[in-house]
């Protein structure tokens, strides 16, 4: 039971790191800093909740984020495709 545990943890921390990786090289193709990524996430919300620079930054750098925040960030930065790398 522990290896299969571990071996699910590692695949979570792998998945979690590919999302980071994935959405950061989107800020970066389309030059967006997190204080804009900030702005245009709060600029699609209206009157939802606005997420401060640190926090999105913690939660990018983290890499702890749902896939329907992800989809949020890359509409909110323009993006259309994501090229899914082999894993």
């Known amino acids: 039971q522990f290896y299969i545990d571990e071996f699910v943890r590692l695949g979570h921390e792998l ?4 999302a980071r ?5 989107e800020m ?3 030059g967006f800093s997190y204080k804009m990524l900030a ?5 699609q919300q209206g009157d939802g909740p606005i997420e401060s620079v640190q926090s ?3 939660k990018v750098n983290r890499g702890r984020f749902s896939f329907a925040f ?9 993006v259309n495709a994501i090229d ?3 894993l």
Do not use: H, K
């Open 70 to 78: 992800f989809l949020r960030a890359a509409r909110a930065m323009g």
């Open 15 to 18: 998945m979690a790191d590919e």
């Open 84 to 86: 899914l790398p082999s």
């Open 56 to 58: 999105l930054t913690n």
């Open 39 to 43: 702005e245009a996430l709060a600029a």
């Open 21 to 25: 990786r994935l959405l950061r090289a």
């Open 28 to 30: 970066v193709r389309r």
